[in-house]
């Protein structure tokens, strides 16, 4: 414990220990045990080199990149479902056929808080208020139910990692125990932790202290998912599971396609290492994310870093020549994840987020809560290792956002993306496949259908001819 101490100061960090003589033995032991749990990981002298290094990368990002040369992804990349269905089609069968195979594992990202929701619980047991009250994690959890059940030859159970943070992982596997895991097996769920780390002074020259004995941590961003693969030996279970695909999606998105057959085979059928699926822009400049080329690599280009120009750019069938917006929903291929895991863990950039932190002083043993911001929060972003996969090993799959994409992240009565906007496009697609399947639904009504009934509208040819009319009703297997 010695030289975890002698460590810090050697960093240039001695105001952790100002204080130290006042503290008792008891918490000078707890200082030092929460100070060796980091640097166990990196040292702290290499934390302070990668925000010094995160700075400077933000300072060249807002000058913007003159130089680079921006692109979408070719067509040997891209594709898009919309108006496409034989190769909807195809892609499910190969999909499946990997489903069935047991070859097929989902990893969900939950570590976020429902705070901005006005829920302390994790944001995966919001109700967003569907007549049946189902949470994410059940209606989730329902469609790889479903999606099993579809498995005609044998029983297939998908492994599901679930990657939870410090503060949400003991009420996210409370909430799974008490609802008996949603008629999953236990088995095929495995809970895992993302990682954390330290904050800075603005300067990014000091850590913050939270307390007397431990420093202001936060999750690592998105881009923390390789690290927390890595640290969980999440490979090691894929080999021993015999898992070779990978679908990776967000909590927040109420209408993704758990372990989708129609990516899983598009990425089969085209040899792709790495891919992503896309949503195509509203307008020329929506505030989102792009899936394109920057010097003829794989990337995702900030709205902000590209002109208007480029921006409103179309191509010669007058769509947006950028319009592949950035959903993060990925497919890994396993053998990519076994070669290139450590590289990226140990190479990805990290990005400075400046926030108000609450924050101790050991100096003076006083509190701060900060109206300003007075701290820096480093984070990975998850597509930074696109640039990593070879353009030929890289796919791209357009899909129809009223199918597949409505993320929940602002609170009721915001302008968008929130429970109001969820629950309209959950229950508006449902409705649209009853009406496909026969089903006579009168207007202005809204049909509840269960994930564990139809995946993606089939299994609902029973309802032929019947009438809706009235809202509320719930459709169950």
Same mark, same amino acid.
């Given at each position: 414990?010695?030289?975890?101490?002698?460590?810090?100061?050697?960093?240039?960090?001695?105001? /952790? *220990? !100002?204080?130290?003589?006042?503290?008792?033995?008891?918490? %000078?032991?707890?200082?030092?045990? #929460?100070?060796?749990? &980091?640097?166990?990981?990196?040292?702290?002298?290499?934390?302070?080199?990668?925000?010094?290094?995160?700075?400077?990368?933000?300072?060249?990002?807002?000058?913007?990149?003159?130089?680079?040369?921006?692109?979408?992804?070719?067509?040997?990349?891209?594709?898009?479902?919309?108006?496409?269905?034989?190769?909807?089609?195809?892609?499910?069968?190969?999909?499946?056929?990997?489903?069935?195979?047991?070859?097929?594992?989902?990893?969900?990202?939950?570590?976020?808080?429902?705070?901005?929701?006005?829920?302390?619980?994790?944001?995966?047991?919001?109700?967003?208020?569907?007549?049946?009250?189902?949470? /994410? *994690? !059940?209606?989730?959890?329902?469609?790889?139910?479903?999606? %099993?059940?579809?498995?005609?030859? #044998?029983?297939?159970? &998908?492994?599901?990692?679930?990657?939870?943070?410090?503060?949400?992982?003991?009420?996210?596997?409370?909430?799974?125990?008490?609802?008996?895991?949603?008629?999953?097996?236990?088995?095929?769920?495995?809970?895992?932790?993302?990682?954390?780390?330290?904050?800075?002074?603005?300067?990014?020259?000091?850590?913050?202290?939270?307390?007397?004995?431990?420093?202001?941590?936060?999750?690592?961003?998105?881009?923390?998912?390789?690290?927390?693969?890595?640290?969980?030996?999440?490979?090691?279970?894929?080999?021993?599971?015999?898992?070779?695909?990978?679908?990776?999606?967000?909590?927040?998105?109420?209408?993704?396609?758990?372990?989708?057959?129609?990516?899983?085979?598009?990425?089969?059928?085209?040899?792709?290492?790495?891919?992503?699926?896309?949503?195509?822009?509203?307008?020329?400049?929506?505030?989102?994310?792009?899936?394109?080329?920057?010097?003829?690599?794989?990337?995702?280009?900030?709205?902000?870093?590209?002109?208007?120009?480029?921006?409103?750019?179309?191509?010669?069938?007058?769509?947006?020549?950028?319009?592949?917006?950035?959903?993060?929903?990925?497919?890994?291929?396993?053998?990519?994840?076994?070669?290139?895991?450590?590289?990226?863990?140990?190479?990805?950039?990290?990005?400075?987020?400046?926030?108000?932190?609450?924050?101790?002083?050991?100096?003076?043993?006083?509190?701060?809560?900060?109206?300003?911001?007075?701290?820096?929060?480093?984070?990975?972003?998850?597509?930074?290792?696109?640039?990593?996969?070879?353009?030929?090993?890289?796919?791209?799959?357009?899909?129809?956002?009223?199918?597949?994409?409505?993320?929940?992240?602002?609170?009721?009565?915001?302008?968008?993306?929130?429970?109001?906007?969820?629950?309209?496009?959950?229950?508006?697609?449902?409705?649209?496949?009853?009406?496909?399947?026969?089903?006579?639904?009168?207007?202005?009504?809204?049909?509840?259908?269960?994930?564990?009934?139809?995946?993606?509208?089939?299994?609902?040819?029973?309802?032929?001819?019947?009438?809706?009319?009235?809202?509320?009703?719930?459709?169950?297997?």
């Amino acid at each position: 414990m010695t030289d975890v101490r002698k460590s810090f100061i050697e960093a240039g960090q001695s105001q /952790l *220990f !100002q204080n130290w003589d006042s503290l008792s033995c008891k918490d %000078q032991e707890k200082l030092l045990s #929460n100070l060796e749990q &980091i640097s166990s990981k990196r040292s702290p002298a290499r934390l302070l080199e990668d925000c010094q290094n995160a700075i400077k990368l933000s300072e060249t990002n807002s000058s913007k990149d003159a130089g680079a040369e921006i692109q979408p992804l070719p067509s040997t990349s891209y594709e898009s479902l919309i108006g496409n269905s034989d190769k909807e089609n195809e892609y499910f069968q190969v999909g499946l056929e990997a489903i069935g195979k047991g070859e097929v594992a989902v990893i969900l990202m939950a570590g976020g808080q429902g705070t901005r929701l006005g829920s302390s619980q994790p944001k995966g047991c919001y109700d967003i208020g569907l007549p049946s009250k189902k949470s /994410l *994690f !059940q209606i989730q959890a329902e469609k790889l139910i479903r999606l %099993q059940d579809m498995i005609k030859d #044998n029983r297939v159970e &998908i492994p599901w990692y679930i990657m939870t943070s410090g503060p949400t992982r003991a009420a996210t596997e409370a909430y799974f125990q008490e609802r008996d895991y949603f008629g999953l097996n236990k088995g095929q769920i495995t809970f895992f932790n993302q990682g954390t780390l330290p904050a800075f002074d603005l300067s990014g020259e000091h850590f913050l202290m939270k307390d007397p004995v431990s420093l202001s941590q936060s999750p690592d961003g998105n881009g923390g998912l390789y690290r927390a693969i890595k640290d969980n030996k999440l490979n090691e279970d894929f080999e021993k599971r015999g898992v070779k695909h990978v679908y990776m999606y967000c909590v927040d998105n109420v209408l993704s396609r758990m372990a989708d057959p129609v990516f899983i085979g598009f990425a089969i059928k085209h040899g792709f290492e790495l891919a992503t699926k896309a949503v195509r822009k509203r307008d020329a400049h929506e505030a989102v994310g792009l899936i394109a080329t920057k010097n003829s690599k794989p990337c995702v280009i900030e709205y902000s870093e590209i002109s208007h120009e480029l921006a409103e750019a179309e191509d010669e069938e007058g769509l947006l020549k950028l319009r592949a917006g950035n959903i993060v929903n990925h497919y890994y291929l396993v053998d990519l994840l076994k070669r290139d895991l450590d590289q990226w863990c140990e190479n990805m950039p990290y990005h400075i987020a400046k926030k108000k932190i609450p924050a101790y002083c050991s100096a003076t043993g006083k509190y701060t809560k900060p109206t300003e911001p007075n701290g820096i929060k480093l984070e990975q972003f998850i597509f930074d290792v696109f640039d990593t996969v070879p353009l030929n090993k890289f796919g791209c799959l357009e899909v129809d956002r009223s199918k597949e994409f409505s993320p929940l992240k602002n609170g009721s009565g915001s302008r968008n993306d929130n429970p109001e906007t969820s629950r309209l496009a959950y229950l508006n697609l449902g409705t649209s496949w009853l009406k496909d399947a026969g089903a006579i639904v009168k207007d202005g009504v809204l049909v509840e259908v269960s994930s564990k009934l139809s995946y993606a509208g089939e299994n609902l040819s029973q309802f032929k001819g019947q009438v809706f009319e009235k809202n509320g009703i719930i459709l169950e297997k």
